[in-house]
């Protein structure tokens, strides 16, 4: 499977699928494609993982696309501003995409499901949700980002600390909890919350420069 990414401001991802070759693409992310593929929407997991993953943000099921013929074109995109980012579960490991972050995976072995983040206060206050989309395997995996992207290579222990809706995705080995910002002033007056989402290493995390909520609002 070839495929490329172009545009600037809000990019698409460019597929050549051969017989036989398939994808999972969040729902609604199909932009146009070639009368010799086809999909459908089915449920990856099991239903138990369909519910998970429906209150990670990405719905019950997932778009399932499927070529039937050599040199078949796909365009997919996130119908957002931002840009589109590869990652590879083989060089990277297993991936949580925060809410409206997976775009697309295909490979061999794929798990893709939701898990619950492992602290209470994270589900609740880090700002991606109590639950969070995970794809492990072997593949490559689309990961959408509003604005730009910033990517990090944490080394084991480093920390970072990320503004609520500021994070797109992060390696499974790292932790993910929230730390208070400190202070009435900054509480108050600092646009930035009560918490701040921390991470610590090792893993790899892409940050994106634009806030989700605030690019879904203006849409």
């Known amino acids: 499977m070839d495929f490329t990414i ?33 999909w459908d929407l089915k449920i990856p997991g099991g239903v138990g993982a369909a519910i998970k993953r429906s209150l990670a943000g990405e719905g019950i099921a997932l ?28 060089a990277s490991g297993p991936v949580l995409a925060t809410r409206g972050a997976f775009l697309a995976a295909w490979g061999t072995n794929l798990d893709i499901t939701a898990t619950i983040a492992r602290r209470a206060g994270a589900a609740v206050f880090g700002g991606a949700g109590l639950l969070l989309q995970k794809v492990s395997g072997v593949g490559k995996v689309l990961i959408h980002g509003s604005g ?66 605030l690019a879904a609002g203006a849409r």
């Open 63 to 90: 778009t399932y696309v499927q070529s039937y013929y050599d040199h078949q074109r796909l365009v997919l995109a996130a119908n957002a501003p931002g840009h589109i980012a590869v990652w590879d579960l083989a």
């Open 148 to 213: 730009d992207f910033l990517d990090h290579e944490l080394a084991a222990g480093e920390e970072v600390l990320v503004s609520t809706g500021n994070l797109a995705a992060f390696s499974e080995t790292v932790d993910y909890n929230i730390r208070g910002v400190g202070g009435i002033k900054k509480i108050v007056f600092g646009r930035e919350g009560i918490f701040m989402t921390k991470l610590t290493g090792p893993g790899r995390v892409m940050l994106q420069s634009l806030k989700r909520g």
């Open 6 to 38: 172009t545009g600037e401001i809000a990019q698409t991802a460019n597929f050549t699928l051969h017989t036989g070759e398939y994808l999972w693409a969040s729902k609604g992310a199909i932009v146009s494609y070639s009368q010799g593929i086809d």
